[in-house]
């Protein structure tokens, strides 16, 4: 039987054989309609272009690796994710995962064995610094480097960023705002091996607190910071019950953390906002279901924006902006109060 090829493709669709090829390798410049043609004519003769082929010829791999501090189930994770997904599907792109370079022997191997072999078209980094000598290694590639909500920017040929500390000084200033004496920052202690976007909050937090007890000798504020892992929720919990004081606000580092701790609270008795006031980060997966206010972040469209970079880098455009910073916008829901000036500020 006759294997149908690129010509026979071209014929039935009424197009010429180069128009056929950029359909498949080149999406992005054939019109919706043609596309559609060729792809009805390569369907009807069970016709396909050969990747391997296609990167032998133009030195694509036609894959892009994306790095993640943790699992790809994580909420922020999972949305970055799908957002690259969405822009590079459609351009014929896969999308490699390494997971877990929070883990010093999962990261010496990536950056070891990365630039030997090659076998990407760009590099995709997600909320984590990369060190020095590990940018000299992704250099080494000659491919297209682009941070998604990473600290170091200057490492990248592009970055797409919410302002962390930005947000945190926002969240921590509302709470201020609204009168709230005793006020409190829980948080996963920051991993010694990684610099993750995520610490910066605390910094905010910090900065925030700072200016405004300068001003108000009865505003007092601490940061609680309790070990990474499974039991952070707990750990959150037992930090802010072992206050001597119960806090009026709580700041929490994501949304992940303050969901569970606020739940958690209503079993000894506090409930918020009659009690306290806690506000959370991310606006993540039933943060509106619990009616917690938070700070709004969108990976999914980081995601998107950082593989759309990453095609013009890819395509040798120039970007008119490589570097992007969004800020975060408080979302106002039912968990903050304005303090009762009838509450004492310390107990008794």
Known sequence: MHKQGIRDVAQLAGVSISTVS???????????????????????????????????????????????????????????????????????????????????????????????????????????AIEPEEVDALRRTRVPIIGINTPNIDAFDASVCIDDEGGMFKAAQHMINLGHKRIVYTCSAPEESLVSSIDARGRGFVRACTAAAEKDPDLHWKVLSVPRGRDFADSALAAVLSEEEFPDAICCQMDMMAIPLMLK????????????????????????????????????????????????????????????????????????????????????
């Open 22 to 128: 950029r359909a498949f390798t080149r999406p992005d410049l054939v019109s919706p309609k043609t596309r559609e043609k060729v792809m009805t004519a390569a369907n009807q003769l069970d016709f396909n272009i050969s990747r391997s082929a296609t990167a032998l010829k133009s030195g694509q791999t036609f894959r892009v690796a994306l790095l993640m501090n943790q699992e790809v189930t994580s909420w922020f994770n999972a949305q970055v994710f799908a957002g690259l997904e969405s822009v590079l599907h459609a351009q014929g792109y896969d999308i490699s995962l390494f997971q877990h370079i929070d883990d010093a022997k999962n990261r010496e191997s990536f950056f070891t064995d990365l630039p030997v072999l090659r076998n990407v078209d760009a590099v995709f980094v997600a909320s984590f």
């Open 265 to 348: 609270m209503q079993r000894h008795g506090y409930y918020t906002p009659r009690d306290y006031s806690i506000i959370g980060f991310d606006d993540a997966n039933y943060a509106d279901t619990v009616d917690l206010t938070t700070m709004r972040q969108d990976p999914y469209a980081m995601g998107a924006s950082a593989a759309r970079k990453g095609l013009a880098l890819l395509h040798g455009e120039e970007l008119k902006e490589a570097h992007s910073v969004i800020e975060p916008r408080l979302i106002l829901r039912g968990t903050d109060a304005r303090r009762n000036p009838d509450q004492p500020l310390v107990r008794g």
